[in-house]
């Protein structure tokens, strides 16, 4: 079964720290990707990113980078010089590609709060 | 910049009424989803829909809940008879599957209140 675990339900740092948001998963597929989506005050789901699970290159895109380590589940999301900007909820989510479906399984999310 | 719409943003009815929430899927998606999000149960799968045949609802309460697609750049999500604990907000996301990319793009959503 899959499942994607946030141990991290809030955190709070104070602006220009640096902040890493983690994420767990469980899946028997041998393919699958996983997403981080950030749902600012405003509500809107919006993609960061996708990786799928043959590629374990980490990735940074100005700010945000992510580490995706396949020998321990992870897919943890870190910013760098935090803004009150990046005060959101953030989402990690799973789909499997052998089901054909590629539907979203979601964690339960980590509110950042970044304080000026 | 292609987006996925949905109408309307904001809804408040009353126990009983029907409600129906509407997704207009990026240009060319043929995958188009509903999810659910509460405090409790965090965002959830409602139903799915590839090249409008409905894939999977198992995620529906199918008394009252029904989700259609008329055409290719329509989704429907229809609540008959509404309860208080529907209230949540709707998402609907719409995918190219099979495209160059699997990526789910979230329309705005749908923030319901039954009261």
């Known amino acids: 079964a899959q499942k994607v675990t946030q141990a991290q339900t809030e955190i709070s740092v104070v602006e220009k720290e640096d902040v890493t948001l983690d994420c767990v998963y469980e899946t028997r597929d041998t393919t699958y990707y996983l997403f981080w989506y950030k749902q600012p005050p405003s509500g809107e789901l919006v993609f960061l990113i996708r990786r799928n699970s043959f590629d374990e290159q980490n990735e940074i895109s100005g700010r945000y980078s992510w580490n995706f380590q396949k020998s321990t589940s992870s897919f943890n999301f870190t910013i760098t010089a935090s803004q009150v900007v990046d005060s959101a909820v953030y989402f990690c989510?799973?789909?499997?590609?052998?089901?054909?479906?590629?539907?979203?399984?979601f964690g339960t999310g980590t509110r950042l709060t970044v304080i000026p | 910049d292609a987006r996925v719409t949905q109408t309307p943003r904001h809804k408040v009815t009353e126990m009983g009424q029907e409600v129906t929430m509407r997704c207009q899927p990026i240009l060319g998606h043929n995958t188009v989803f509903w999810y659910r999000q509460t405090m409790m149960q965090g965002l959830e799968l409602l139903a799915y829909f590839r090249n409008r045949a409905p894939l999977d609802d198992s995620g529906m309460p199918k008394d009252r809940f029904s989700a259609e697609m008329p055409d290719a750049t329509l989704a429907t999500l229809k609540i008959q008879p509404s309860e208080p604990r529907d209230s949540a907000v709707y998402f609907c996301?719409?995918?190219?599957?099979?495209?160059?990319?699997?990526?789910?793009?979230f329309g705005p959503g749908t923030r319901l209140t039954v009261l």
């Open positions: 996301a719409s995918v190219n599957r099979g495209g160059t990319t699997d990526t789910q793009y």
């Open positions: 989510a799973l789909s499997e590609a052998q089901t054909g479906a590629n539907n979203l399984f």
